[in-house]
Each structure stands twice: as C-alpha cells, then as structure tokens.
C-alpha cells in the first residue's frame, strides 16, 4: 500500500528555518515524481515544487525561489524540503504527493494519485 508521510512542521519564528521531511513506502520511489503541496488557512490548496525521480525539479510556486531548497534520497524514500528565511506567508499545512512518473511533474493537483497527511508550519513571532 502506497504511503507518504511527512514531518518536520512546527512553530518557526520570522526568518528561521525549517525542513520537512517525506518518507514514503509500498511503492517504486525512484519511479514516481514527488511533490510539496501547501494550504494556508482560508485558502486553496498551491504546489510549492515538485522533484523528480533523478532529483531534479520544477518550483511551481514563485515565492520560495531563493528560500526553499529541495532533495531526494532514493536510498531512504525520502524528500526533504529545506525552507529558510521563512514569512508568516509560509504558514500553511504541507503535504507531499506523489504521482507515478519517472521525470514528468504534472502541471495540477489532481494528477497526483496519492497524499499524505500533512505537516503543519506556523510562522509567527
């Protein structure tokens, strides 16, 4: 059975760091593109980036260039999403998702097939 899991989320003050982790299991990690989804309190759901299979990847969100680092361990099932220099905008809960494709980070939500639970992120002083 495919499963994500992510951790990492808590309470960060303005400017400070956070990295979230997504270990997955019950499926072809290397085989499948994962992604880092975020929802604010009050808001739509928005994709933050995506990784593919070999480690590299597609920020859907333009707001955390230059902040928001991304990784992958094939290895451990794991991606990490490094997130520095943090906003009260960042607030949010975030999910991984991933989707059955070795290189093609799909350009919506819905074309991921599976979710995790999610992590939360607060930023405030």
């Known amino acids: 059975q495919l499963q994500l899991v992510e951790s990492g989320g808590g309470l960060v003050q303005p400017g400070g760091s956070l990295r979230l982790s997504c270990v997955a299991s019950g499926f072809e990690f290397e085989n499948h593109v994962i992604a880092w989804f975020r929802q604010a309190p009050g808001q739509g759901r928005e994709g933050v980036v995506c990784i593919t299979g070999t480690g590299s990847g597609r920020i859907y969100e333009d707001s955390v260039k230059g902040r928001f680092t991304f990784s992958r361990d094939n290895a451990k099932n794991t991606v990490y999403l490094q997130m520095n220099s943090l906003k009260s905008e960042d607030t949010a809960v975030y999910y991984c998702?991933?989707?059955?494709?070795?290189?093609?980070?799909?350009?919506?939500?819905?074309?991921?097939?599976?979710w995790g639970q999610g992590t939360a992120v607060t930023v405030s002083s």
């Open positions: 998702a991933a989707r059955a494709a070795r290189f093609y980070c799909p350009d919506h939500d819905y074309e991921y097939s599976s």
